[in-house]
DNA sequence: TTAATGACCTCCG
DNA sequence: TCGGAGGCCATTA
């Protein structure tokens, strides 16, 4: 397997330190495909049976929105993940976003 | 090889 | 301000 699209997300999405997130499209642009953002979530979909683990729940849409709870078991996990390293989610959306928003392609 | 899928993003009404 | 539709590209079957 050469390093695909796929390694190129997971490797990022582990680097994002404990406390802060970030979002698809910027992880994609940060990969040099800005239109590959849905290639990002995708990429998420797999990341159910990579090791190590992939913090999934540090990434979300640019919004803030914790689109892909539902993907979790149980979709309320990923809320959990967040609260517990300090992050404050109401409504499945992240408070301060912008304030805990981790940029692959600046702090890389 | 062709066709279908997707945890998104952006534009238009 | 809110809602809907299209486009983007890599991976899988």
Known sequence: ?????????????????KGRVTSYGAIAKSLGAGSSSRLVGYAMNNAHGILPKIPAHRVVNRNGLLTGKFHFSPPALMQQLLE??????????????KAHFWDPATEL
Do not use: A, C, T
């Open 84 to 97: 517990n390293e300090g992050l404050v989610i109401i409504e499945d959306k992240i408070q301060g976003f």
């Open 1 to 17: 397997m050469e390093p695909s699209f796929y390694d190129q997300v997971y490797e990022i999405v582990r680097l994002i330190p």
